[in-house]
């Protein structure tokens, strides 16, 4: 057994397109995100971080981008572009768990995002606020590399059609 450490998402295939449709979007001036971090378009137009939230996909739990540049500090003004990735139904990711291991039970089951100091993860003792859907563990693909006992453990998600068609607020 071991304790992996948490990073962001790792974009790992999609079954109809081969690359994700990358574009520049306006960021909200007091927004900080990293390179993998699962953002929301509010709104108002503009990319803010995502969040844990408590409504499966709706408002502030809706995820619609995949962040490919840093904003490491708030940048003030609503007038700067990054790069991001659309999320699409059909993309899957390589994520950590929260804080615990990942069963062969959790494969085709729905969990929440979590998302604490600027990294994703999967929160499985949360099914109430869903947002991705376990499509199996790493440690089936990677036995080497990964074991079922290990803590913080990776497992490859897609997003629930939900959680990307959510109502935008701000």
């Known amino acids: 057994m071991a304790t992996k450490i948490a990073k ?30 699962l953002c929301r378009i509010a709104s108002d137009g503009l990319v803010y971080e995502g969040i844990t939230g408590a409504n499966s996909g709706v408002g502030d739990d809706a995820v619609h981008l995949y962040a490919l540049e840093t904003v490491e500090a708030a940048i003030g003004a609503d007038t700067t572009r990054k790069r991001f990735a659309l999320i699409n139904k059909d993309d899957q990711f390589e994520m950590n768990e ?13 969990y929440a995002l979590n998302v604490t100091s600027n990294v994703c993860t999967i929160d499985t003792s949360d099914t109430t606020n869903i947002t991705f859907e376990c499509v199996q563990p790493v440690w089936r693909i990677e036995p080497l590399l990964n ?8 497992l490859i998600v897609k ?4 959680m990307l068609d959510a109502a935008k607020t701000n």
């Open 147 to 154: 074991d079922s006992t290990d803590t913080l453990a990776r």
């Open 98 to 110: 929260l804080d615990g291991t990942v069963t062969e039970a959790m494969r085709g089951q729905s």
């Open 159 to 162: 997003p629930l059609a939900s």
């Open 8 to 37: 962001n998402p790792v974009y790992y295939q999609s079954q109809v397109r081969p690359n994700m449709d990358i574009s520049s979007w306006l960021v909200d001036g007091a927004a900080t995100f990293v390179t993998g971090e």
